[in-house]
């Protein structure tokens, strides 16, 4: 007994506060143990990558857990028990995976486990930033849901409890785990009482630098070229381009990270920023500035297409400009249009095919088709324009 009433954290395990994380992880994410940390090769600010083997691009997702795995099962990413068994696939989240549904953690804490997972095999898994990862950082919650609330209430339960934990030994700096929640309000004008500790635990989660948002969000990319591809949300301009890429990552990593106090408007706020522009990705071919397009593209050295999300096509996925604007956001989260898991796959050897769950595409197109995909139905891109198929999930 009196060996025990003498331990402290400076003569117990460092183990002891891992353990205490990994409990709270668990708790959280649904039951997940995180691989370990994978030794870093390459900044976390790195813009461009090389071209592989095999890409998959991966629109919205909006806090639809299931529609999440389907999708990445859909590519042959993960297995049964959903593991990582994509090998040196690299693979883009194209953001937005916040707000409209109720497992947005649950998606986050699952794409770092595959993160690690696949940098073990040589694989990649980059996730971006949508305009609703901005909006939740800068405290706009127009679009939570009842279920998101209640999840990140969960999340504060599990944090503080292990924050307890940890207060019970010397040694811990009893503020800094306090911090996220200091200087947020208890009542929030406007808003029905149910819903105070629901948006008090989010701002805490997800302002710059909270838990949340540093953990995951800050790790996330604004602009990714990979081979001759460009990936970003909403999509570029020349401005953006002619302001740097990198800087671009930087500039909002280090405002979600709490470095930086603000971001740009043109980077991440308006019409015309990069997580909110619209114009290539209207559905109706004869709307989308192509012009506009072909030139950005011809600024970015090695650029054949932009792929972006944040519009839903309601066709599915789809090419316009002469496929330069890729469109992969197919409303898949039951949030949206509960649209069927589609996938857009760029293959070294076989080029660019829709991977899609949808059989009524089975009917229209089959037949005129030679790519036949490992998993669902692969779809050749240049078939498939908003116009030549009218399909509604």
């Known amino acids: 007994m009196e060996l025990q009433s003498n331990l402290t954290c400076q003569n117990l395990p460092t183990i002891f506060s891992s353990f205490i994380d990994t409990f709270v992880d668990f708790s959280v994410s ?27 691009a991966i629109g919205d997702l909006h806090g639809d857990f299931q529609k999440t795995k389907q999708a990445f099962k859909l590519a042959g990413l993960i297995d049964d028990h959903d593991k990582w068994c994509g090998g040196s696939t690299t693979v883009v989240q194209i953001g937005d995976v916040l707000d409209r549904g109720g497992q947005e953690l649950k998606i986050l804490y699952f794409l ?32 939570v849901t009842k279920e998101g609330l209640q999840e990140f209430q969960d999340w504060a339960f599990w944090y503080c409890i292990g924050n307890d934990m940890k207060e019970l030994c010397d040694g811990f700096d009893k503020e800094c ?78 405002w979600i990270c709490g470095v930086r106090r603000r971001v740009s408007r043109d980077l991440v706020r308006g019409r015309n920023s990069i997580v909110w522009l619209r114009k290539f990705s209207n559905e109706l071919a004869k709307d989308c500035d192509c012009s ?17 999300g944040h519009t839903i096509q309601e066709s599915g996925i789809n090419g316009v400009c002469d496929n330069q604007a890729i469109r992969i956001d197919v409303g898949m989260s039951k949030g949206c249009t509960n649209g069927l898991p589609e996938v857009l796959e760029i293959d070294r050897d076989k080029g660019l095919r829709i991977l899609t769950s949808n059989p009524l595409y089975r009917d229209v197109k089959e037949s005129s088709l030679d790519a036949k995909p490992r998993d669902g139905l692969g779809l050749l891109l240049p078939e498939l324009g908003p116009k030549q198929v009218e399909v509604k999930a």
């Open 30 to 56: 649904g039951g997940l143990f995180l691989p370990p940390q994978p030794t870093i090769t390459s900044s976390p600010n790195q813009t461009i990558f090389p071209s592989p083997n095999r890409l998959i």
């Open 112 to 143: 770092e486990k595959l993160k690690r997972e696949a940098a073990k095999v040589n694989g990649n898994l980059i996730t971006m930033n949508g305009n609703h990862e901005i909006m939740n950082v800068d405290g706009d919650f127009r679009y």
């Open 177 to 254: 785990v306090k911090a996220p929640f200091l200087g947020i309000p208890f009542e929030f004008h406007g808003v029905n009482q149910e819903y105070f500790d629901g948006i008090r635990t989010r701002i805490a989660a997800l302002r710059p630098n909270g838990p949340i948002s540093e953990r995951f969000l800050g790790k996330n990319q604004t602009v990714v070229v990979v081979g001759d591809s460009v990936f970003v949300h909403g999509g570029l301009l020349t401005k953006h381009v002619d302001y740097g890429l990198e800087n671009v990552n930087e500039e909002v990593r280090d």
């Open 292 to 308: 506009t397009l072909e030139h950005v593209l011809a600024t970015i050295p090695g650029a054949k297409r932009m792929i972006m």
